[in-house]
C-alpha cells in the first residue's frame, strides 16, 4: 500500500491516479496511523513553505513521517514535498522544516524570473533508482520559484538548469526527492513513479 500524506495540498489526486494507473494501491491519507503503516509514503506539494509545514503539525503527520523516513521505507518528496525535508526555506523565515535532511531552501536569484514554469531538462548526477530507463537529460515538468541547497553533495542526485544549475533530485537511503511534477510530465514522469513502485 502507498499512502499519499494529505496535509491540505492541491495534486493529491493526480499523484494517485498516476500511481494507481500501474497497479498500485494507493490510499490518500492525513492519519498519522495509516501512513506508519503504509508500505511506501508519497509526500506531494502545492503551495507555501509556512503553511504546509503547519498544517503537518497540526494534523501530527510531521512526527509520522520522520519516523517512516526513520525505518527505512521507501519515501517520495514531491516539489514543495521536497523541499519540506529539509530545516528551512527563504519563504517563511518563522518556519522551520522537518529536518529529515540538512540544508535550506532558497529563491531563485533575480537573474531569472520566477517561477520556474514549464518543461526543462533533468541531468542525473547519480545512478538513482528512480532513473532506470530514463534517459539522462529527459524533460519534467516544473513549477516553483524556490530551490534547495543541501548541506552535502553526497544527497544530490540530479540538476536542472535555469540561469544556473541548481539541485532538482535527492536520494538519501530510500529517501527521494524531486523538485518536477512527476505525475504532469508524461512519459518519463511516470517511468519514475513506475520505478518508485517497483522499489
Not at 36 to 49: E, I, N, Q, R, Y
Not at 121 to 129: A, E, V, Y
Not at 155 to 166: H, I, L, N, P, R
Request: with cysteine.
Amino acid at each position: 500500500m502507498i499512502a499519499v500524506a494529505d496535509y491540505g495540498a492541491g495534486n493529491l489526486r493526480s499523484v494517485s491516479k498516476a500511481l494507481e494507473s500501474f497497479g498500485a494501491k494507493v490510499m490518500i491519507t492525513g492519519d498519522p496511523g495509516a501512513v506508519g503503516m503504509a508500505d511506501k509514503l508519497v509526500l506531494p506539494g502545492v503551495g507555501a513553505f509556512g503553511r504546509a509545514v503547519e498544517n503537518l503539525r497540526n494534523r501530527h503527520l510531521d512526527g509520522a513521517i520522520a519516523e517512516f523516513v526513520l525505518k527505512g521505507k521507501p519515501f517520495l518528496g514531491i516539489c514543495l514535498g521536497m523541499q519540506l525535508l529539509f530545516e528551512s526555506s527563504e519563504e517563511s523565515a518563522d518556519a522551520s522544516g522537518l529536518s529529515i535532511l540538512g540544508g535550506k531552501s532558497v529563491r531563485f536569484d533575480h537573474t531569472v524570473k520566477v517561477p520556474h514554469l514549464g518543461w526543462n531538462r533533468l541531468f542525473q548526477t547519480k545512478d538513482s533508482p528512480l532513473w532506470k530507463g530514463v534517459p539522462d537529460g529527459s524533460f519534467f515538468y516544473f513549477a516553483h520559484s524556490y530551490v534547495v541547497q543541501p548541506a552535502g553533495v553526497d544527497m544530490v542526485s540530479g540538476k536542472t538548469e535555469y540561469g544556473s544549475d541548481f539541485v532538482s533530485a535527492v536520494w538519501k537511503g530510500a529517501l527521494f526527492g524531486i523538485q518536477f511534477h512527476p505525475e504532469k510530465s508524461q512519459k518519463w514522469g511516470l517511468r519514475i513513479l513506475e520505478n518508485f513502485i517497483r522499489l
